[in-house]
C-alpha cells in the first residue's frame, strides 16, 4: 500500500473516531470544559417519548422525599434535563412539588472529569433550610442519571457554595449517595400512589444505590 494512501485512510479514521467521541455525551478531559445549555421555555409535561424526543428522568419533591419523573425531552443532554428542571410551569402528578426557587436560571455547566459544576443565578440563594437540601438532591440526582457524573459541585453567580448533604453535612462536593436516604421506600411510594412509571424507575434507583452506596 502506498504511502499516501495510508495517509488517507488514517486522517479518515481520526476523523470518524473524533466523530463517535463527540456523539457520547461527556468525555475525559484534561481540562474542564463548558457544557452547553439548551434553554426551556416551556416545560414539560409529558412522561412518554413522542415524535422527534427523548426519555429523560428528572427528580422532584414529593412530602420530604424526592422521586423520579420520566419526561419527555428535545435530548439527553445534562443541559437540556437541568434547564428542564428549572423550567416554570411544569405540570406535576398530584402531590409532587419542586423546591427550586421560581426564577433560578442554570447559568454555566462545566464538567472535569467526572465531576460537574452547576452554575445558578442568585434567586436559588432564596433557599434555605430543608427545602434548599431537597432542591439540591433534586439536581444531584437528575444530573447523576448520566452514569459519567459522580460528583457535583455548586456556585450562585460564579461563585463557589456550600451544600448541605443528609448524611455529610455542609460540604463542597456532593454525590447521589449523599441523598439516598431522601428516596422513599417501596411502602411509602406505594402509599402516595404514584405513578407506575415512576414507582418503577424509584424502585430501580433505589436497587443502584443500594449496590453502590456504602452502608446502603
Given amino acids: 500500500m502506498s504511502s499516501s494512501r495510508s495517509g488517507v485512510i488514517l486522517a479518515a479514521a481520526v476523523v470518524a473516531a473524533s466523530t463517535l467521541v463527540g456523539a457520547c455525551g461527556i468525555t475525559a478531559d484534561e481540562q474542564p470544559r463548558a457544557l452547553p445549555i439548551t434553554p426551556s421555555t416551556t416545560a414539560p409535561t409529558t412522561q412518554t417519548t413522542a415524535g422527534g424526543s427523548a426519555s429523560a428522568v428528572l427528580w422532584y419533591v414529593d412530602g420530604q422525599g424526592l422521586v423520579p419523573v420520566p419526561r419527555a425531552l428535545a435530548d439527553r443532554a445534562l443541559g437540556t434535563a437541568l434547564g428542564a428542571l428549572l423550567a ?18 442554570l447559568l454555566e455547566l462545566s464538567v472535569d472529569g467526572d465531576v460537574l459544576a452547576i452554575n445558578l443565578s442568585g434567586s436559588f440563594e432564596e433557599l434555605a433550610g430543608p427545602a434548599r437540601q431537597l432542591a439540591i438532591g433534586q439536581l444531584v440526582l437528575t444530573a447523576s442519571e448520566d452514569p459519567q457524573v459522580d460528583e457535583v459541585t455548586f456556585l450562585v453567580d460564579g461563585e463557589p457554595i456550600l451544600v448541605s448533604s443528609p448524611e455529610r453535612g455542609d460540604v463542597s462536593t456532593v454525590g447521589e ?38 452502608g446502603g
Fill in 177 to 214: 449517595c449523599d441523598f439516598a436516604s431522601l428516596l422513599p421506600t417501596a411502602e411509602e411510594a406505594q402509599a402516595e400512589r404514584l405513578s407506575e412509571a415512576t414507582v418503577e424507575r424509584l424502585d430501580r434507583r433505589r436497587a443502584e444505590l443500594d449496590r453502590t452506596c456504602a
Fill in 88 to 105: 416554570p410551569g411544569t405540570t406535576l402528578e398530584g402531590g409532587l412539588s419542586n423546591s427550586i426557587p421560581a426564577g433560578t436560571e
